[in-house]
């Protein structure tokens, strides 16, 4: 039986693409290939720090990763400053609230697993309204490890006291829902744009944030 359901946050709970969104107009043509540049040197930057032992803080490696973007298009480097701050408050879903509303109801409690430092995380969840639905906000700098290392999965089972199997874990990140899974966690996989599957299934798919918790709050009463 679930007792707990853990989220990520970029990607799953959180738009990263809507601090691009908000300026694609200064942007122009390059916005898309700016967002896509910064979310995989972001993820690239923190993984390659993981591996070579050279650990880095997602902030740190956020701000050199869109650094880096705008230079691929030849932007002006002064727009960092407004997307960084953009990137600060990033838009929830239009799912994430309704979700985590209903686990509230139903007493299940929400946390979060992230990439993101705690501050990033107070901070974006306070911004968009949701911080008083979460139980905690739980960061990966407690284990010096990015996810998918099985250390930063532990993290969750360290802090709710629960063994892995009675533990949630949602993600729209194929790869963390995989990580998770091979931890031993519940996982649901949150597959919005019908991507392609290229890691080992999770226990579930869902096609929403909604779908998910519907599986999990299933799971909590059997």
């Not at 032992?53 to 932007?75: E, I, K, M, P, S």
């Amino acid at each position: 039986m679930i007792r707990a359901c853990v989220f990520d946050a970029y990607g799953t709970l959180l738009d990263f693409n809507s601090a691009v969104a908000r300026h694609s107009i200064r942007l122009g043509e390059a916005a898309d290939g700016v967002a896509a540049t910064w979310r995989t040197k972001q993820l690239e930057y923190a993984w390659v720090g993981s591996l070579t032992g050279r650990h880095a803080d997602f902030w740190n490696c956020t701000v050199r990763a869109l650094q880096f973007a705008l230079g691929c298009y030849d932007l002006d480097p002064g727009l960092a400053d407004d997307l960084l701050e953009a990137y600060r408050a990033p838009d929830p879903f239009p799912d994430a609230r309704p979700a985590l509303e209903a686990l509230w109801d139903e007493r299940l409690p929400a946390f979060v697993l992230s990439n993101g430092t705690a501050e990033m995380l107070e901070g974006a969840f306070s911004a968009a309204g949701l911080r008083h639905l979460l139980q905690d906000c739980i960061s990966i700098e407690e284990a010096g490890i990015y996810k998918p290392a099985p250390a930063a999965y532990r993290l969750v089972e360290d802090r709710t006291g629960l063994p892995a199997d009675r533990i949630g874990f949602v993600s729209s990140n194929g790869w963390d829902a995989y990580g998770a899974e091979l931890a031993g966690l519940r996982s649901v996989w949150v597959n919005r744009n019908e991507s392609r599957r290229d890691y080992a299934r999770p226990d579930k798919q869902a096609a929403s944030l909604t779908e998910a918790v519907i599986s999990l709050l299933a799971a909590a009463q059997r």
